[in-house]
């Protein structure tokens, strides 16, 4: 059912990339009904918006009163508020250490420059159905930067309110709520709700229709697609972690990436037959076997260093190294999103409560991204205060580079400084 590539024979990397590309492409899913949902809901507003949710969730109602809000809180088992609850404590308190100064320098000649942190005045979150642990991994570090109106965009799910994320959304206090999906959500935060930026993680529509709507609106510094994991295991490693950590990966979407990394090929065996039998009482079993079908990976590994650049070449979202002598990778490791280490670390759990952010970056994007943090939320701004000695000394070597550069209205503007009284 998986795919199996024998990182011994020459042409692996051919294989791999392949893989790869095929899914970092978009080719796995046609998405091109994206750019036109986002020009009729740009042009057309509300009216597009409503056909689009009629159409893709039979969702008539975008704004749901406060009245059916409440009642859709009330019906939320207490014990999923109070896990709620101790995600959030956990989160807040993780997310409060990264709190940024601003940064001050005045130099000999009394010039004042200044990096000053300004919070976005308005952020949209994408949370996609029935789940409250996204919402409080984007909205909380929002909150925290000091991002003043924060809009939730969350669909449906059956047709009903979500009382999880509902509740999620009244301990933070966001009062704008849409119940909304898809391209038409980000289509909406755009150009009807016109925030400043969108962040929150979705399917292969939405993480396109983020990208086609940036330079509208911003949007975080990574691709926020579907989920992915790379598990790294040897002969040590108890085989049901392997496979609950993959099933577990494979479950959210049909195009989740999974993909296992081992050199032990009595691994390899013994993880295909237990695959199966798992999968046989996954409730979401259609879901998690298409996506380790099409978007599942077995890659045999010859040795250490391979493994460290099969992973890096990946650019997991979720990585876990779940072999003893993970000391010897750790460090040689530059490409993930985040990185679970040891038996007793497992993605899943990341997902809620560890108190790290599971919006991560995706598609190969955590070769050049982190994910979600204090930093997303902020615009720095440099403030720069010169004395009437602090131009004089430093207009000169400035005006020597404007004109080497053929910029003779600069090197006017600066030497207007320097002679004035």
Request: contains cysteine.
């Given at each position: 059912?998986?795919?199996?590539i024998?990182?011994?024979?020459?042409?692996?990397?051919?294989?791999?990339?392949?893989?790869?590309?095929?899914?970092r492409?978009?080719?796995?899913?046609?998405?091109?009904?994206?750019?036109?949902?986002?020009?009729?809901i740009?042009?057309?507003?509300?009216?597009?918006?409503?056909?689009?949710?009629?159409?893709?969730?039979?969702?008539?109602?975008?704004v749901?009163?406060?009245?059916?809000?409440n009642?859709?809180?009330?019906?939320?088992?207490?014990?999923?508020?109070?896990?709620?609850?101790?995600?959030?404590?956990?989160?807040?308190?993780?997310?409060?250490?990264?709190?940024?100064?601003?940064?001050?320098?005045?130099?000999?000649?009394?010039?004042?420059?200044?990096?000053?942190?300004?919070?976005i005045?308005?952020?949209?979150?994408?949370?996609?159905?029935?789940?409250?642990s996204t919402?409080?991994?984007?909205?909380?570090?929002a909150?925290?930067?000091?991002?003043?109106?924060?809009?939730?965009?969350?669909?449906?799910?059956?047709?009903?309110?979500?009382?999880?994320?509902?509740?999620?959304?009244?301990?933070?206090?966001?009062?704008?709520?849409y119940?909304?999906?898809?391209?038409?959500?980000?289509?909406?935060?755009?150009?009807?709700?016109?925030?400043?930026?969108?962040?929150?993680?979705?399917?292969?529509?939405?993480?396109?229709?983020k990208?086609?709507?940036?330079?509208?609106?911003?949007?975080?510094?990574?691709?926020?697609?579907?989920?992915?994991?790379?598990?790294?295991a040897?002969?040590?490693?108890?085989?049901?972690?392997?496979?609950?950590?993959?099933?577990?990966?494979?479950?959210?979407d049909?195009?989740?990436?999974?993909?296992?990394?081992?050199?032990?090929?009595?691994?390899?065996?013994?993880f295909k037959?237990?695959?199966?039998?798992?999968?046989?009482?996954?409730?979401?079993k259609?879901?998690?076997t298409?996506?380790?079908?099409?978007?599942?990976?077995?890659?045999?590994a010859?040795?250490?260093?391979?493994?460290v650049?099969?992973?890096?070449?990946?650019?997991?979202?979720?990585l876990?190294?779940?072999?003893?002598?993970?000391?010897?990778?750790?460090?040689?490791?530059?490409?993930?999103?985040?990185?679970?280490?040891?038996?007793?670390?497992?993605?899943?759990?990341?997902?809620?409560?560890?108190?790290?952010?599971?919006?991560l970056?995706?598609?190969?994007?955590?070769?050049?991204?982190?994910?979600?943090?204090?930093?997303?939320?902020?615009?720095?701004?440099?403030?720069?205060?010169?004395t009437?000695?602090?131009?004089?000394?430093?207009?000169?070597?400035?005006?020597?580079?404007?004109?080497?550069?053929?910029?003779?209205?600069?090197?006017?503007?600066?030497?207007?400084r320097?002679?004035?009284?």
């Open positions: 059912m998986i795919k199996v024998n990182c011994k024979n020459k042409n692996y990397n051919k294989e791999l990339l392949s893989f790869l590309d095929k899914r492409s978009g080719k796995a899913t046609d998405t091109a009904i994206v750019p036109n949902i986002l020009k009729d740009k042009i057309n507003g509300r009216k597009a918006l409503l056909k689009y949710e009629k159409k893709f969730s039979k969702n008539t109602e975008i749901p009163s406060s009245q059916k809000i009642k859709s809180i009330k019906l939320l088992n207490p014990k999923i508020k109070k896990a709620i609850d101790f995600a959030y404590d956990r989160i807040l308190k993780f997310h409060s250490k990264q709190k940024v100064k601003d940064i001050k320098y005045v130099d000999k000649f009394k010039n004042k420059l200044e990096y000053k942190y300004v919070p005045q308005s952020v949209g979150i994408y949370v996609p159905a029935n789940l409250p919402l409080l991994m984007n909205a909380i570090p909150k925290i930067a000091g991002v003043k109106r924060i809009v939730l965009a969350n669909p449906k799910l059956n047709g009903k309110l979500n009382p999880s994320v509902l509740y999620a959304a009244k301990k933070l206090g966001i009062k704008e709520i119940s909304m999906g898809g391209a038409q959500a980000i289509a909406s935060l755009t150009y009807i709700q016109k925030v400043n930026k969108i962040v929150g993680p979705g399917n292969i529509y939405v993480a396109r229709s990208r086609e709507v940036f330079g509208d609106v911003g949007i975080e510094g990574m691709i926020a697609g579907p989920s992915e994991i790379t598990v790294l040897d002969n040590k490693t108890n085989l049901d972690d392997v496979t609950t950590s993959m099933i577990g990966q494979a479950e959210h049909i195009n989740s990436q999974c993909v296992l990394i081992t050199k032990d090929k009595n691994l390899v065996n013994k037959a237990d695959v199966v039998q798992k999968l046989k009482k996954l409730p979401r259609n879901i998690a298409k996506s380790l079908r099409n978007n599942g990976l077995i890659l045999l010859k040795n250490d260093k391979q493994i650049d099969l992973i890096n070449e990946i650019a997991p979202e979720h876990e190294l779940n072999v003893y002598n993970y000391k010897n990778y750790l460090n040689k490791i530059h490409n993930a999103g985040s990185i679970c280490i040891g038996r007793y670390s497992p993605m899943a759990v990341s997902d809620y409560n560890v108190g790290t952010n599971h919006v970056p995706t598609l190969g994007s955590a070769k050049f991204s982190s994910g979600l943090n204090l930093n997303e939320f902020y615009k720095k701004i440099s403030h720069i205060t010169l009437k000695k602090g131009i004089e000394k430093i207009g000169e070597y400035a005006t020597h580079l404007a004109e080497y550069e053929e910029l003779d209205g600069h090197a006017q503007s600066i030497r207007s320097m002679k004035g009284k």
